[in-house]
């Protein structure tokens, strides 16, 4: 029986094992989790009873597989969740599906409402036509931002590097509002040093244009218009956080007959003189073990991956020693209740703003961005009634004053920003706090990102070895493409293919797999 060795338990590597041990029978599946939860930077962190979310997941996907894949796993709320019921919110209920004050394992539907907090006022994220928008703006403003995007129409830059793309999509003075200072603080360089693709990716197509259709499209009552991701008005959402659903999935891959090592954490790497790999070796317990295997599945950022395998020539190394990654700090803060007063036409729970997260423009404070989990689910608060829940995001670099600041020092700092913009009168009134890091939450694209191309090359021609997911591809990607990477990578194994170009393209493309040759299937997803 042949062996594949997947190392990671996030979206991609729980997805490669749970596809395995379903469509590969004769398999044995062997998962490895360098820490002792599942879902990597998409985990649930659940501190006394309030939950957070690394980063903030929205489940919205133009791929049928996935969805189906979601629901299999948690399936579609049959009944309202506790603040619809509470504020007699209607939201749409799948007959038949598990009722959310009953059951656990079940998928919510969730308004999605991410907005930019600019100069102490709101506006949408994207920027929309409402006519609070321009009141925001104020007219001076409102002709700078029209008057800069015509001149963007007419006098296209070289989109040589993210700054230009910016500009391009909505103009130079929309860029400075709303785009350069967010970037640099995200990644620590300023727009002009990052490569385009990473803007093309995020944004897919997403521009002034883009928002001038989207809201002639809802105005006209355009039948199946294509959405953009990121104009979306709901999105999925696990009951009690995105970490919910790899849990769900881990105890699958283990009822299936996988096996899971947790606190495993994969340092080399072992080829043989026809470039295969024969073993890997792990430490746990601060000892050494060594497992041979025919199949290894990387979803381990590709600078470890290649930094632990032997005889890689010295032009792959150096690029791969190169690639950057932002990390992650996050701030739970419990407070009564925030100043921010809610002026839109959705209801909730104290009449809270209904935001899932705010971006931060302000110049003044470090916080790139806060979530407000009562929003994400109602379940994932501990006392809904009486407290809300934040989650103050921070971009920094591993090692830096940040990250090695106590919790003691960044709640401080974390605090006293929030006092700052208003969200709360004084430090007297937080509750707790909670601090959480994350390694490697963003694989960033500059360095030796532009020679990414030449790694690839290397890496795929490594027969048995397959690169799934975020940071095993160092691709900005969402989790329903990294969960198509371990799709794409199942098919292979399944098949014998050994050509890896259909792994490596996923996200790649515009449009790749937002579409199908079967009409329905290609409508539905268009409009999901």
Same mark, same amino acid.
């Given at each position: ?58 489940? =919205? ?56 907090? =600019? ?65 640099? +603080? ?7 040093? *990052? ?93 050494? =073990? ?47 209740? *925030? ?32 979530? *407000?989990? +009562? ?102 990607? +969402? ?22 170009? +259909? ?26």
């Amino acid at each position: 029986m042949k062996k594949a060795l997947i190392i990671g338990a996030g979206p991609a590597g729980l997805t490669a094992a749970y596809e395995l041990l379903t469509k590969a029978r004769d398999i044995e599946v062997v998962v490895f989790e360098e820490s002792d939860c599942f879902g990597g930077i998409s985990k649930t962190v659940n501190y006394k009873g309030n939950r957070m979310d690394m980063g903030g997941h929205r489940f =919205f996907s133009k791929i049928p597989e996935v969805n189906e894949w979601w629901d299999n796993m948690l399936p579609m709320q049959g009944a309202p969740t506790y603040d619809d019921i509470v504020l007699k919110r209607e939201m749409p209920v799948h007959k038949g599906g598990p009722d959310p004050e009953k059951e656990d394992r079940v998928m919510l539907t969730r308004h999605r409402v991410s907005r930019i907090l =600019f100069d102490t006022k709101f506006y949408d994220y994207p920027i929309s036509l409402k006519p609070e928008t321009f009141k925001n703006f104020g007219v001076l403003t409102t002709l700078k931002v029209g008057f800069s995007y015509l001149g963007s129409m007419f006098h296209k830059l070289p989109e040589d590097n993210l700054e230009n793309f910016y500009i391009n999509c909505f103009g130079r003075k929309l860029y400075s509002m709303f785009f350069e200072y967010y970037t640099e +603080n995200l990644w620590g360089r300023h727009p002009s040093e *990052i490569d385009a693709s990473w803007g093309a990716q995020r944004t897919k197509g997403l521009s002034i244009m883009g928002i001038l259709k989207d809201f002639f499209g809802k105005l006209f009552k355009v039948k199946n218009r294509k959405v953009n991701t990121s104009l979306i008005e709901e999105f999925k959402y696990p009951k009690l956080g995105p970490g919910q659903l790899w849990d769900v999935t881990a105890a699958e891959v283990e009822k299936l007959g996988g096996t899971i090592i947790k606190n495993a954490k994969v340092t080399k790497l072992h080829k043989n003189a026809d470039n295969v790999l024969t073993s890997l070796t792990y430490e746990k317990d601060g000892q050494e =073990f060594t497992m041979e295997g025919d199949y290894f599945i990387s979803s381990m950022p590709v600078k470890d991956l290649v930094g632990g395998m032997n005889d890689v020539p010295a032009e792959p190394a150096r690029i791969a020693k190169g690639l950057p990654y932002r990390d992650y700090m996050t701030l739970g803060v419990l407070v009564p209740k *925030i100043n921010l007063v809610n002026k839109t036409n959705i209801k909730t729970i104290n009449n809270i703003v209904p935001d899932c997260w705010v971006y931060v423009q302000d110049r003044n404070v470090k916080l790139g961005r806060f979530q *407000i989990y +009562n929003n994400w689910s109602p379940y994932m608060i501990k006392d809904l009634e009486h407290t809300v829940w934040i989650g103050l995001e921070y971009f920094v670099n591993e090692g830096d004053e940040y990250w090695n600041m106590t919790e003691e020092e960044f709640a401080k700092i974390g605090v006293s920003e929030m006092v700052k913009l208003g969200l709360i009168d004084s430090t007297d009134v937080v509750l707790d706090v909670h601090m959480e890091k994350v390694k490697k939450a963003y694989p960033a694209y500059f360095d030796t990102y532009d020679e990414m191309d030449k790694l690839i090359e290397y890496l795929s021609g490594i027969e048995n070895l397959y690169c799934v997911g975020r940071n095993g591809q160092h691709r900005y990607n +969402n989790i329903d493409h990294s969960m198509v990477t371990s799709f794409e990578t199942v098919k292979n194994i399944i098949s014998g293919t050994k050509d890896k170009k +259909n792994i490596w393209s996923v996200n790649t493309e515009q449009e790749y797999h937002e579409t199908s040759n079967n009409e329905e299937e290609k409508n539905q997803a268009e409009v999901d």
